[in-house]
């Protein structure tokens, strides 16, 4: 049976957000557990996480060639990381893939199962997300939450993206390459050109002689 596209995206995402906790496993010298747990975390946490609130089946015990492609990437890159350059920029622009993946995947989920355009789009930037948040934070890396520049709000224009152009009446394959696009653009922009929001600036508190 052919796959569709966001079964592709599915297994894409999976592979690339697994490569990013196997990286940042060989930014921390851990051996080869250690790249087989971060990947994995990495690579099913998010979708692990959408599934626990869909109240569905976890993807991944009803298919266990998600962990498989997980182990297997995390073997890759014990073997090959040390011949990349850059790995902490390799990580940044494969999350950004992973995330645009899983932003369109997520979402067409969350749509197919409840039917809300609301839901669809948190579960898209759950899914985007979550992985990456658990990955800086069991390997000690600055969190993506953390860093200025646009990082959830891509996963919220891929998802939002895909969802319109389902709303509308899109083609599945373009509402899924609208969505896919969008949130890499958006990610891929931020880390080229470091894209931010206004950050909060605190302003001086009044002293309590001046409150009526």
Same mark, same amino acid.
């Given at each position: 049976m052919p796959l569709s596209a966001i079964d592709l995206l599915d297994y894409a995402g999976v592979a690339v957000f697994a490569a990013t906790g196997a990286l940042a496993a060989s930014r921390k010298q851990l051996d080869i557990i250690g790249f087989l747990f971060l990947a994995s975390v990495t690579g099913i946490g998010g979708g692990t996480l959408r599934?626990?609130?869909?109240? /569905?089946?976890?993807?991944?015990?009803?298919n266990s060639g998600y962990v498989l492609i997980c182990a297997a990437v995390a073997v890759l890159v014990f073997f090959i990381a040390h011949r990349v350059d850059s790995r902490w920029k390799w /990580?940044?622009?494969l999350d950004a893939i992973g995330l645009a993946a899983f932003s369109v995947m997520g979402a067409a989920k969350g749509l197919a199962i409840t039917g809300s355009p609301v839901v669809s789009v948190i579960m898209g930037v759950l899914t985007a997300t979550f992985g990456g948040i658990l990955r800086d934070l069991l390997a000690g890396e600055p969190s993506v939450l953390l860093r200025p520049e646009i990082y959830v709000s891509a996963a919220l224009a891929g998802a939002g993206l895909y969802t319109l152009g389902d709303l509308i009446g899109l083609p599945p394959v373009a509402s899924d390459l609208a969505g896919f696009v969008a949130a890499f653009l958006v990610r891929g922009g931020a880390l080229k050109f470091g894209w931010t929001f206004p950050s909060y600036k605190s302003r001086p508190g009044r002293r309590p002689e001046d409150i009526p």
């Open positions: 599934d626990v609130i869909l109240n /569905l089946p976890v993807f991944w015990v009803a /990580l940044l622009w």
